[in-house]
């Protein structure tokens, strides 16, 4: 068997809400106003284009900045610390030790793998801070490849780079799109709403997983 997660609201904290509110308190002044402005800033296009690794972090700024009439300074600095809120989430992190702690007492267990739309500059500084990220046995970060959830492209892509065979697949996301793509390719789906829900649906997996 084989564990896929995603990594932005699943391992790592992502609230991209509470960081339009930091940095652009008067736009954000409001809870659905954060949640637009970020909807606005982070799911357009030249935000994917960032993910994917085609477009640059002066490039996205630019282009945010003059679309949706922000200060380009206070976009990058908030463009630019995002890495440093991406925090990893404890439940998660104790539940990614668990599947670990499976790996080292029985040669069967499942092996670890991510699959995650990240852009290069916040990829690399993860690898270089995290050291549980050397737990997993591969995975594609989007930067990297030009490619990203949910084109199925990517799901390819991790199958045929880790030989993993769809059945025996399970992969964790927060996106319910992203967990439908993977289903449609026949691997067994989980979207994540807590660590807890999480281990409790592996158990139906056959993957008893123990403090």
Excluded at 109 to 134: C, D, E, G, I
């Amino acid at each position: 068997m084989n564990v896929v997660f995603d990594f932005g609201a699943v391992l790592f904290t992502w609230r991209p809400a509470e960081l339009l509110s930091r940095h652009f308190p008067q736009r954000a002044a409001s809870a659905p106003q954060a949640a637009r402005l970020a909807q606005a800033v982070f799911g357009h296009a030249d935000w994917h284009q960032f993910d994917r690794g085609v477009l640059s972090i002066d490039a996205v700024v630019t282009r945010t900045a003059a679309r949706l009439g922000l200060d380009p300074g206070a976009l990058t600095g908030l463009v630019e610390s995002i890495a440093d809120h991406l925090v990893p989430m404890q439940a998660s992190l104790a539940l990614l030790a668990q599947l670990r702690s499976l790996r080292e007492r029985h040669a069967d267990a499942p092996k670890l793998y991510f699959l995650s739309n990240m852009p290069v500059p916040y990829a690399r500084t993860l690898a270089q801070r995290h050291a549980f990220l050397q737990w997993f046995d591969g995975g594609i970060f989007s930067g990297d490849v030009q490619l990203s959830k949910p084109d199925p492209v990517i799901y390819a892509l991790l199958e045929s780079r880790y030989a993993l065979a769809p059945t025996r697949t399970i992969f964790i996301d927060d996106m319910p799109a992203n967990v439908q793509v993977a289903q449609a390719r026949g691997w067994q789906g989980i979207q994540f709403e807590s660590a807890q829900q999480v281990q409790a649906q592996l158990l139906r997996y056959g993957l008893a997983l123990l403090p």
